[in-house]
DNA sequence: GTTGTCAGTGGTCTTACATCA
DNA sequence: CGTGATGTAAGACCACTGACA
């Protein structure tokens, strides 16, 4: 603030009868005078402008032509210098004073429908927002039956292998495997024929309990699931690191032929589907 | 009775100026 | 005498509120 300005506000303040605050009594700076700046015109006749002036109680609307003005200079600057609203209440006929509060409530209702207007648009957003959440909730719930569905079904094929297995011979699976192995490991897969399926079965549950990645791209219809398009079984390498490659495609035809194959991706290529290992959208599950 | 507008009041912040160590 | 710290007055602004058309 410069004492310039001050001066000149003081100086109009003392040229329309204001102590040197500007915050006179209601009636001496504000209402009283207010009326008496106001222009004849308004008035139907001398006896009414008289009156009014007798009348100080009565507050006073501005003019349309005034609030015009004031509107067109409030779109372009919010806010007054002191020398634009000295020289707007003498153009308006109007005190200081009253152009500045009539910027003040003006500042106020354009704050208000403001926040009107945002609160609007956050309910939209809001709106928006929830009904994705939801459609998303149903998906994820779909998915969960389709998990456990499968895991069911997983159930019943392991019990029924194993009751058959102690009496016949390897799968054919299992046969081609233990042929592309080397000679120790082929004795050791076939005498370890029950176990290790024992155990790559619970590796399997794991992951299916815990990231499901599996199950995630298969769907009993045929229906992979488009949503979870880029999710794929390659997480399911993500702890076995110290697989050697030939352990790990052993493993998988152990573990679920039909389904891993159809879902299967090389994990040696670093990405799947744009999504880097280890990056992939768990997030889509709760 | 409700709504929009004008204006008062009290509090806070900024700036300019005066005073003092 | 110059300088930084401090106090004070004035102006502007805002939130809240009452009065009035």
Redesign the pocket.
Not at 2 to 7: N, R
Not at 21 to 29: A, K, N, Q, V, Y
Not at 94 to 109: D, E
């Given at each position: 603030?410069?004492?310039?300005?001050?001066?000149e506000?003081?100086l109009q303040?003392q040229k329309f009868g204001?102590?040197?605050?500007?915050?006179?009594?209601?009636?001496?700076?504000?209402?009283f005078h207010?009326?008496k700046m106001n222009t004849k015109k308004e008035y139907n006749s001398d006896d009414d402008y008289e009156n009014c002036l007798r009348?100080p109680?009565?507050?006073?609307?501005?003019t349309s032509d005034?609030?015009q003005c004031?509107e067109k200079c409030f779109k372009e600057e919010?806010?007054?210098?002191?020398e634009r609203?000295i020289q707007l209440a003498k153009e308006l006929d109007?005190?200081?004073?009253?152009?500045?509060?009539?910027?003040?409530?003006?500042?106020?209702?354009c704050?208000t429908k403001q926040l009107e207007k945002d609160y609007e648009n956050l309910n939209s957003s809001y709106d928006k927002l929830k009904s994705e959440f939801d459609c998303l909730q149903k998906h994820n719930d779909k998915l969960k039956q389709e998990v456990q569905m499968l895991k069911e079904k997983l159930n019943k094929r392991e019990n029924g292998e194993k009751d058959s297995i102690p009496n016949e011979l390897p799968s054919k699976e299992l046969d081609v495997t233990t042929q592309e192995k080397e000679p120790n490991q082929v004795s050791i897969q076939t005498w370890s024929n029950e176990p290790k399926m024992v155990i790559c079965k619970q590796e399997y549950a794991n992951s299916v309990s815990t990231k499901s990645d599996i199950i995630d791209s298969y769907s009993p219809e045929g229906n992979h699931s488009s949503f979870l398009e880029p999710c794929d079984s390659s997480n399911v390498f993500e702890n076995q690191s110290d697989f050697s490659q030939d352990e790990e495609d052993n493993l998988t035809i152990l573990r679920c032929p039909k389904i891993e194959y159809e879902s299967y991706i090389d994990p040696n290529e670093g990405s799947l589907g744009g999504y880097p290992i280890g990056d992939q959208p768990f997030w889509l599950w709760p």
């Open positions: 603030m410069e004492g310039g300005i001050v001066f506000t003081l303040n204001f102590s040197s605050d500007g915050f006179d009594s209601p009636w001496l700076s504000n209402s207010g009326e009348q109680e009565k507050k006073r609307r501005l005034q609030v004031l919010n806010k007054l210098e002191p609203k109007l005190q200081p004073r009253q152009v500045a509060i009539w910027f003040q409530n003006r500042r106020a209702r704050k």
